[in-house]
C-alpha cells in the first residue's frame, strides 16, 4: 500500500485500512464470525430506519402534493360562488372534500375576513383574525398540513381557502409497515444467530477439537490418529482424514530420511569388512579339505545374504527423486520374466501374461526391481512345487495398470493393513523391506500401489502409474 499524500484524512485513511489490515487476519474464526454477525446486525438496523424514514418522507411529500392540489382546485372553483355569494354552493363544494376521509377541515374566507363556509358549520360567520394569504401557503406539522390559496379575480384578491389534511392515516400505515419491518429483521437477526450457532457448531467447534489433538500428536515414529469431530460437517470430516493421512505421510518420511542417513554409514562400515571376509574365504578354499569346505560355502552364502539385504535397505533408504523418463513397459516386463524365468521351471509355477503395449512415465531401474520384488513374492508364496502367477499391463485412459496374481497361500487378514509398512514380513528370513520398497518407487514416480489377498486363496497386487505425456 502506498500514500503519498501528507493531509490529515489521507493519513487517517492510510492508517485506518493498515489497522485492518494487521487486524482482520489475526482473528480467531469464532471472532470473526461474531464481527461478521455484529455488522450485519448493524447494517439491518441501518436499512429498516433507512427504510421507515424514506417512506414516511415519501408518504408525507405525497400529502404536500395532495394539499396543494386540493387547495388551489377548491380556490378555483369557489371562485364563482364567492362573488355571488351563493354560500349553499360554496357549503356543497367543502362538504365534498370530506368524503376524501383524510380532512380535518375546509373553509372559504373573504376579503373581508369573514368565514363564508366552512365543513365545521359553527363557524360560518365568524371573522379570520390572521392575514388573509397573498400566495400559496403551507404548513406541515406533527399530526397535519395545512394548505392555503388565495382567490383572485383577475388582479384583486377577493378570498382565500384553507384545508387542513390529518396525517393519521399516513402514520397509521407507517407504523404497520414499521411493525412488519422489525418483524422481518427479527427474523433475519434469528436466522442470523442461527446460522452463527450452526457455523460455531459443525466448523468452529470441530476445528478447535481437531487443533488441540493435533497438539497432542507423540513425536516422530509415532502415529496419533485425529478422531473426527461426531458433530462436523462432511468438510471438517474431509480435512480430518486430509490431516491423519498427511501424518502417516510425514511420519514415514521422517522415516525413510532417518534410515537414509545411516544408510549410508552403514553400507561402507559393513561392506568393506564382507569384502574382507569374501576374499578371506576365497583364500582359504584353497587351503582346506574338501570335508571343509562345506562350512565355506555356508559363509559365503550368509555374506551374499547380508549384501542382499544391504542392497535392499539402501534401495528403500533413498528419498531423493529420480528421473522420470518414458518408459516402453511391455519390454521391460519381458526383461523381468526372462531374468525369472529359471525361478519359475524350477519351482514348476505356470506363467500368464497378457501384455498390451504402453508409455508409462518412470525411471527404469527403480521400476524393474519393483517387479523383481513383486515377481520374487508370489514366487516365494506357491506351494514348494507348481503354482500359478498371472502379470497383465492394461492401460485405462491415462492410466497403465500393472496386475501381479497368484494363487499362493495369501496373506493373513490381521497383516494385510500393514504389508507396507518397514520391516513387518510374515517370512522367516524376510527383511520387511520388500513391499514397503514397491510403495517407495511407485508414490515417488506419481503413482498408487494396493493389494488384496485371502489367506490360503492368493494375493493380487495393483501398480498404477501415469501414462507418459
Known sequence: MHCYHSTGSTISYCRNKMISRNFIPHLSLQSKVLLF???LFLLMVFQAVYLVAHEYRLLRDEINTRATVLSQALAEMSREPLLSLYITRLEEQLDSM???GEFNYALVVSNDYRVLADTRRQYEGWILTGPIAEDFQLFNYRDSVKARAPIYLKEELVGMVEIRLSLAGMQSQVRKNSLMAAGIFLIEIFFAVLFAWFLEQQVVVPLRTVAETADRIPTVFEIGHIPSPIRAGVEIKTVVAAINAMQVRLNRHTQ??????????????IRNPLEAMNGAVEILSGAVGDDKRFYLRIIREEISNLNTYLTEFLAFSTTGKQPLIPIDAVPLVEHVLRLLR??????????SSSLEPCTVSGNPEELNRLLVNLLLNSIEAQPEKGGWIRISLVQKQDIVELQVEDRGHGIPEDLLARVFEPYMTS?????GLG???????VERQGGTISIESEEN???TVTVRMKVYG
Open 37 to 39: 454477525i455484529t455488522v
Open 98 to 100: 370530506l368524503i376524501e
Open 256 to 269: 525413510l530420511e532417518t534410515i537414509g542417513k545411516m544408510a549410508s554409514s552403514l553400507a561402507h562400515e
Open 342 to 351: 529359471p525361478l519359475f521351471s524350477s519351482s514348476d509355477i505356470r506363467l
Open 427 to 431: 517370512k522367516e528370513k524376510g527383511t
Open 435 to 441: 513391499l514397503s520398497f514397491c510403495r517407495t518407487v
Open 457 to 459: 486363496k492368493g494375493t
